[in-house]
């Protein structure tokens, strides 16, 4: 899943944009995030002076040579980052250029003068930006840029060309207010000129410096008055029934004056903080970074719950099934995995009696299936107690079990955890698609799409050769193998696809490995005709496609 990037940008200076952009990337780095800090506010940059005391090593380039290696035609730009220590996660920051000291260092005005951003574009700059843009979503889940205020051709390249979200940082007075929605409207003409495919803006409103504690008479009006105003910001992303006035209390930043002096992150300091502490409400501008600007319904009913949300990201797992079954279940469980990948879900099979697999610190799976035939066997029982436990902890929130259960087995002897899950009957003698399509439904949150039936029957095929193992329990089973392997070809042929999931089927029970782990090495004359026939299934699957 590619990265985010999300443009904090401002019409006037002096309203805390940088502010809330560093204490934003350091919360979302420390949970669990990878992020990317970009400072491109050339005229006035100051990024680097937040992250300073966390820094790996003074930034020695930048955005500002990032142009140069344009410039100067190189091929394979650096990086231009230094890491940020944010206790174990994964925050980089490229500065606006080579940092002395506290300042950048004396021939970056220069450098940074040198460069006509026009005249970059009349030369293929936009592309260029385009794949470092797309080097960065690949490697972060969120690209935070700090534009420069006003309009300005650096705003437009931060504003218009790169990110997929805006947060308008703005303060209470008639000069931020008159500018804050049409900037984010002028952003969408300047897109609706480039030649990328870029939805509208999503736009989040932040007020900021707002003291209501020695004025709150004033400070309430103000706030309905920008309420007012930035309304019509809210219209593509806020969830029906949740109102602007809602959102923009929990967007609000207030005005502490210890926080006022010098570059600080407030957010490494309060932990947790209380609700009339400053990294409260930076906590709710970084949820809602890290939910995609979505779930504001819940943010509306509990703050606190929504930012727990984000705060527990979501793991990244290879898988998002794995099947647990004895055994006796090899050919139920590996017809269930197949029918599943044709479902879109990325499965695999667990052997519960190898006790390796228990040693495994990590998940490689997001979810365990535990096929139960009789009764739950002991390593079953061990490897899914040890699946609940890491459930439990902060950071599997979204993990689930599911328990399958051939027809006849007694509910009553499973463990009591067990029973409380939702339990699904079938029967061995039947193929498991039906159940299949249930954990689809349950893993994926969302109605697996019928398939063309001849589609359907391709990637049965497909999915049996890719099963055959690389050995065989004994010689004489080749035979029966390559008879199976030209019937999938005949079927192919005459477009016979009832006769083709037959086949496909009858290859699956044969791929059957042997139990103690021996066999024969399967001829390679066999292996190339399994090769020959994928490609054609690939290319008949391609054209069905299409």
């Not at 000129?193 to 870029?198: N, Q, T």
């Not at 809210?234 to 609000?252: A, D, I, Y």
């Not at 407030?266 to 906590?283: C, G």
């Not at 799409?449 to 029957?457: I, M, N, Q, S, V």
């Amino acid at each position: 899943m590619s990265g985010t990037v999300i443009t904090f940008y401002s019409y006037k200076g002096g309203v805390g944009r940088s502010f809330t952009l560093a204490n934003t990337a350091v919360l979302l780095a420390r949970w669990g995030y990878r992020v990317l800090a970009v400072d491109w506010d050339l005229e006035a940059p100051g990024l680097h002076l937040y992250f300073r005391p966390h820094l790996s090593q003074t930034p020695d380039s930048g955005v500002v040579d990032l142009a140069h290696d344009f410039m100067r035609k190189v091929e394979l730009p650096r990086a231009h980052t230094v890491s940020v220590d944010v206790e174990g996660g994964v925050l980089d920051l490229m500065a606006a250029g080579k940092v002395v000291g506290n300042k950048l260092d004396a021939g970056y005005a220069h450098r940074m003068q040198e460069i006509d951003w026009a005249e970059l574009y009349d030369q293929g700059f936009a592309q260029y930006l385009e794949d470092r843009r797309a080097e960065w979503v690949a490697q972060y889940d969120f690209v935070l840029i700090d534009s420069r205020t006003g309009v300005s051709d650096i705003a437009g390249i931060c504003a218009a060309q790169l990110p997929d979200r805006l947060v308008v940082v703005f303060t209470a007075n008639e000069q931020n207010l008159n500018e804050v929605v049409d900037i984010a409207h002028l952003a969408d003409l300047a897109r609706d000129r480039l030649p990328y495919d870029r939805p509208r803006h999503q736009v989040m409103p932040v007020l900021s410096r707002l003291d209501n504690r020695m004025e709150y008479q004033r400070a309430e009006e103000w706030h309905q008055k920008c309420t007012g105003v930035v309304a019509p910001l809210f219209s593509n992303w806020l969830v029906k029934g949740v109102t602007p006035e809602q959102m923009m209390r929990h967007l609000t930043v207030p005005y502490i004056s210890f926080w006022s002096f010098g570059e600080l992150l407030p957010v490494m300091v309060e932990r947790p903080p209380s609700p009339d502490q400053i990294s409260f409400a930076l906590e709710t501008v970084a949820a809602v970074i890290a939910h995609e600007y979505d779930r504001t319904d819940l943010l509306a009913d509990n703050r606190d719950a929504y930012v727990a949300a984000a705060r527990s990201r979501r793991r990244k797992f290879d898988l998002d099934l794995l099947v647990s079954s004895p055994r006796t279940m090899w050919q139920t469980s590996t017809e269930l995995i197949t029918e599943l990948r044709l479902l879109g879900v990325t499965a695999d099979r667990s052997v519960s009696s190898d006790p390796e697999f228990l040693d495994q610190i990590g998940d490689p799976a997001e979810h365990l299936c535990l096929v139960v035939d009789g009764e739950l066997s002991r390593w079953q029982l061990t490897e899914a107690e040890r699946f609940m436990r890491r459930t439990l902890s902060p950071d599997g929130a979204q993990r689930q079990m599911f328990c399958l259960l051939t027809r006849g087995t007694d509910r009553e002897r499973l463990p009591g955890f067990l029973r409380s899950l939702r339990l699904v009957e079938f029967e061995k003698t039947v193929r498991p698609v039906r159940v299949a399509r249930e954990l689809h439904d349950l893993i994926k949150a969302t109605p697996a799409a019928e398939t063309e039936p001849d589609h359907e029957a391709l990637r049965s095929a497909e999915a049996a050769l890719r099963e055959l193992p690389e050995q065989l329990p004994y010689g004489g089973r080749f035979a029966l193998v390559e008879e199976t392997v030209r019937g999938i070809a005949w079927a192919l042929d005459d477009g016979d696809m009832d006769l083709l999931r037959d086949r496909s089927a009858d290859l699956l029970l044969l791929s059957k490995p042997h139990r103690n782990g021996t066999g024969v090495v399967v001829p390679a004359q066999l292996r190339t005709e399994v090769s020959a026939l994928l490609a054609r299934i690939e290319r008949r699957i391609n054209a069905f496609t299409d």
